[in-house]
């Protein structure tokens, strides 16, 4: 499910919990030239539980990969389509 409110693609999402994982892309970081823009969130009862701080988009898939099945092929063509010019051009 993508939000394009916080640029966010949440992953194994329970809607009924609010639990499950999610990537995050931080806009603001990257147009001040941070590194590790990304941000792979473990989230349980509306409040991060984990988080790890991914430089790239295929670091924050490799992290994904590990917790979960995760065609990482197939979700980086998916996610190149839906992400903002920014967040494209950060990855």
Same mark, same amino acid.
């Given at each position: 499910?993508?939000?394009? !409110?916080?640029?966010? #693609?949440?992953?194994?999402?329970? $809607?009924?919990?609010?639990?499950?994982?999610?990537?995050? =892309?931080?806009?603001?970081?990257?147009?001040?030239?941070?590194?590790?823009? =990304?941000?792979?969130?473990?989230? !349980?009862?509306?409040? #991060?539980?984990?988080?790890? $701080?991914?430089?790239?988009?295929?670091?924050?898939?490799?992290?994904?990969?590990?917790? =979960?099945? #995760?065609?990482?092929?197939?979700?980086?063509?998916?996610?190149?389509?839906?992400? $903002?010019?920014?967040?494209?051009?950060?990855?």
């Amino acid at each position: 499910m993508f939000d394009q !409110t916080d640029h966010a #693609i949440h992953y194994k999402w329970d $809607p009924q919990t609010f639990t499950g994982f999610k990537l995050r =892309f931080d806009a603001e970081g990257a147009a001040r030239g941070g590194h590790c823009c =990304f941000h792979v969130e473990d989230w !349980t009862c509306h409040s #991060i539980t984990n988080e790890w $701080p991914c430089e790239d988009l295929e670091e924050a898939l490799a992290v994904l990969s590990h917790f =979960f099945t #995760i065609d990482v092929a197939q979700e980086r063509e998916r996610l190149q389509a839906w992400l $903002p010019v920014t967040l494209a051009q950060a990855a």
